[in-house]
């Protein structure tokens, strides 16, 4: 299947597999994002492995909306500046575009209020 969203996907999905695998298991990962969007960090490295070719329906939609939320994260942090929220939330969707804080506390949304 081709996927229309694969060229954008793999440009704004900028870690490597290995990256968003380590990442994932950074305590500084549950700041600022819901466990469900962490726990699609493994599948944002499979899709990273995976050649486009062999994407599924299921891949396609998971790279439509990791590109629409990077590409809508990356430009609220380049208005607004790279904040400890805009760096944590666009790694746990594959990006790293801004330096992560030292340490965080997990924000109300993050602990499911």
């Known amino acids: 299947m081709a996927c229309p969203h694969e060229k954008r996907f793999r440009a704004l999905v900028n870690m490597t597999p290995a990256q968003i695998v380590r990442w994932s298991k950074d305590p500084r990962a549950k700041c600022y994002s819901k466990p469900a969007t962490r726990r699609?960090?493994?599948?944002?490295?499979?899709?990273?492995r995976k050649p486009g070719s062999q994407w599924t329906a299921k891949d396609c939609a998971l790279a439509a909306r990791a590109v629409s939320f990077n590409a809508r994260m990356s430009g609220g942090a380049r208005r607004d500046g790279c904040t400890p929220g805009y760096?944590?939330?666009?790694?746990?969707?594959?990006?790293?575009?801004?330096?992560?804080?030292?340490?965080?506390?997990p924000s109300k949304v993050a602990r499911g209020r």
């Not at 699609?40 to 990273?48: C, D, G, H, V």
């Open 87 to 105: 760096a944590i939330s666009l790694r746990n969707w594959g990006r790293a575009q801004c330096p992560v804080p030292k340490s965080c506390r």
């Open 40 to 48: 699609r960090l493994k599948r944002l490295a499979e899709l990273k």
